[in-house]
């Protein structure tokens, strides 16, 4: 008697590292409102010195603009308007070797050149005598405005963007990134109850 061969078994995929992985959210969206207001008002009533006005402003937006707005509409967007004003300086090139650049890769050395300006904006002026002007930056405010318009375009381009680096300098920035999440989400609730 034969047997029939045994149907062998479907391999399954193999995941596509390029793919990103469904987003794990840490704030509800009334915890995101919630800490979205807290960096305006820190901000915008200038509480506390400078430098440490900055970087609590700069820490709880980030994360806000990460909850709230990442992979939505306006991620989309931000994305898309930053990459046709790429193709349109690469076309300008008139077919020079660099008009060849791959625009993602650009994209994503500009968020970790981001990130690497922030950090020096985060670290303290005293280091300033072991790490040179790097620990001197700082996020300069107009006088004309109330907000610190430098922090907030560079805490929503990260909060949107901090994704798509890769290498070395995507995986620490995704990294720094959770660990902000992670030390803001429990704020809202400790604060103001439940959220």
């Not at 650049?101 to 950090?119: D, E, F, H, K």
């Not at 790097?134 to 109330?146: D, E, G, K, V």
Request: one cysteine or more; a negative charge; aromatic letters at 6%.
């Amino acid at each position: 008697m034969l047997l029939a061969p045994s149907p062998s078994p479907t391999p399954s995929p193999t995941p596509d590292p390029h793919t990103p992985a469904a987003v794990e959210y840490l704030m509800s969206p009334t915890a995101v409102c919630i800490v979205l207001l807290l960096a305006l008002v820190v901000d915008y009533m200038s509480i506390g010195p400078n430098s440490i006005r900055d970087r609590i402003a700069f820490l709880l937006a980030v994360s806000a603009v990460r909850e709230g707005f990442n992979e939505s509409p306006l991620d989309e967007w931000t994305v898309e308007r930053l990459r046709d004003i790429i193709q349109t300086l690469l076309d300008a090139t008139g077919g020079a070797r660099i008009a060849g650049a791959s625009i993602n890769l650009l994209i994503g050395a500009m968020v970790g050149l981001l990130w690497i300006y922030v950090i020096g904006c985060m670290l303290p002026v005293k280091l300033g005598k072991r790490l040179g002007r790097f620990a001197t930056i700082q996020f300069r405010a107009s006088p004309l405005y109330r907000l610190n318009l430098p922090l907030w375009i560079a805490a929503i381009l990260l909060g949107l963007m901090s994704d798509l680096p890769g290498g070395v300098v995507g995986d620490i920035t995704r990294t720094l990134l959770d660990i902000v999440t992670a030390l803001v989400a429990p704020l809202p609730a400790w604060l103001f109850g439940d959220a």
